[in-house]
């Protein structure tokens, strides 16, 4: 994110980069509502992507309200694989349309995305705790059934 602001002033622009994460979250958030809209009487189609379970928690609600039906081929969200557990399962249980997605191509292109996910994700850790928590309680249950 800091090259993309030292790229951005050399050439003279602003900053694609928002000044804080709550900026971020509010342009997300505001996005996604913009298409929710947009698909919700239509035969448009959108897939949301994020790792912030409350943007997720946002746009799920708003889907309700405008009554876009869970499991409806127009609504999918996505996270990337190995991030954000918690929030795929959640959007699942409630019904919604998840995956997961894996980059591919050269290592060239493919670790500098990876490395910018995993900086703009720094605050994830704190929710990595409810993922460990939700597989330690998945374990458990898997291997009582196994047992019994």
């Given amino acids: 994110m800091s090259s993309e602001r030292k790229t951005a002033s050399s050439l003279g622009y602003e900053s694609p980069i928002h000044n804080s994460i709550q900026e971020t979250h509010a342009c997300y958030n505001d996005c996604a509502a913009f298409m929710l809209e ?14 912030n379970v409350e943007s997720g928690r946002l746009a799920a609600t708003k889907a309700i309200e405008l009554g876009i039906e869970k499991r409806n081929r127009k609504l999918e969200f996505a996270q990337l694989y ?20 894996t980059p591919y191509g050269p290592i060239q292109m ?15 850790l704190s929710s990595s705790t409810i993922d460990r928590d939700l597989m330690r309680k998945e374990l458990k249950r898997r291997l009582k059934a196994a047992i019994f």
């Fill in 110 to 124: 493919v670790i500098p995305y990876l490395l910018r996910r995993a900086e703009e994700n720094r605050g994830l």
């Fill in 82 to 101: 190995g991030m954000s557990d918690a929030l795929s399962f959640g959007l699942r249980n409630a019904g919604f349309l998840v995956s997961k997605y």
């Fill in 38 to 51: 947009n698909i919700a009487n239509s035969s448009n189609a959108v897939i949301l992507a994020t790792h």
